[in-house]
């Protein structure tokens, strides 16, 4: 139905944002690697997924056209939904994804949350060979600017985690401080 929403940006966090196009405000469900690329911009353009669920119409925006394939071939697997595909493209780059599942490193995919044996290994199944390795790997890089606790808190409380766990998460982390919010957010989330 959507193919991409372009226009202002409201509001920002690593998890959720509003857009306003047009006069309307859109509110989009997003993974940090998008965070990334749209942290510091006041506009810009995100490809578009929606979800039609018996209660709510709900939006995922994703920065390029590849996160958003990789996240609709995630939903596409038995096991695997929306909150699920946004965790695992928020603990991994697309690049570390490919690789996982090139080596078939059911171990690896584990480690991220609310994946098990049994999704790891399926999740490897259904896209070994359907993943592309992305274009342009350097675009994957992650930004080293924001380094509060509390925006990775309200990131992973949006991700669906209990606030408590993910502050306990949060302070198993060494040298938080120096991280950016994405990273301190992957770490947190491998922590759980």
Same mark, same amino acid.
């Given at each position: %139905?959507?193919a991409y929403?372009?226009?202002?940006?409201? &509001?920002?966090?690593?998890?959720l944002?509003? %857009?306003?196009?047009?006069?309307?405000? &859109?509110? !989009?469900?997003? #993974?940090?690697? #998008? &965070? *990334?690329?749209?942290?510091h =911009?006041?506009?810009?353009?995100? &490809?578009?997924?929606?979800?039609?669920?018996? +209660?709510?119409?709900? !939006?995922?925006?994703?920065?390029?056209?590849?996160?958003?394939? #990789?996240?609709?071939?995630?939903?596409?697997?038995?096991?695997v939904?929306?909150?699920?595909?946004?965790?695992?493209?928020? *603990?991994?780059? $697309? +690049?570390?994804?490919? *690789?996982?599942?090139?080596?078939?490193?059911?171990?690896?995919?584990?480690?991220?949350?609310?994946?098990? =044996?049994?999704?790891?290994?399926?999740?490897?199944?259904?896209l070994?060979?359907k993943?592309?390795?992305?274009?342009?790997?350097?675009?994957?890089?992650?930004?080293?600017?924001?380094?509060? $606790?509390? +925006?990775?808190?309200? $990131?992973?409380?949006? !991700?669906?985690?209990n606030?408590?766990?993910?502050?306990?998460?949060?302070?198993?982390?060494?040298?938080? *401080?120096?991280?950016s919010?994405?990273?301190?957010?992957?770490?947190?989330?491998? $922590?759980?």
């Amino acid at each position: %139905m959507f193919a991409y929403l372009e226009g202002k940006l409201t &509001y920002k966090s690593p998890s959720l944002l509003h %857009m306003n196009v047009g006069g309307v405000g &859109y509110e !989009l469900n997003i #993974t940090l690697h #998008t &965070y *990334s690329h749209i942290q510091h =911009a006041d506009q810009c353009r995100l &490809y578009i997924h929606l979800q039609i669920r018996e +209660d709510a119409w709900v !939006l995922y925006g994703f920065a390029d056209e590849a996160e958003k394939a #990789t996240f609709r071939q995630l939903l596409g697997i038995n096991g695997v939904g929306a909150a699920t595909a946004r965790i695992i493209l928020s *603990s991994l780059t $697309a +690049d570390e994804l490919f *690789s996982i599942i090139a080596q078939e490193d059911t171990r690896a995919l584990e480690k991220v949350k609310g994946i098990g =044996a049994k999704t790891a290994q399926r999740i490897i199944l259904e896209l070994k060979g359907k993943l592309a390795l992305p274009q342009n790997p350097n675009t994957l890089s992650q930004a080293k600017h924001n380094t509060t $606790a509390e +925006d990775a808190l309200i $990131a992973l409380v949006n !991700l669906g985690i209990n606030k408590n766990i993910a502050e306990v998460a949060i302070k198993k982390i060494k040298d938080a *401080s120096t991280l950016s919010v994405e990273e301190l957010i992957k770490q947190a989330l491998r $922590a759980l």
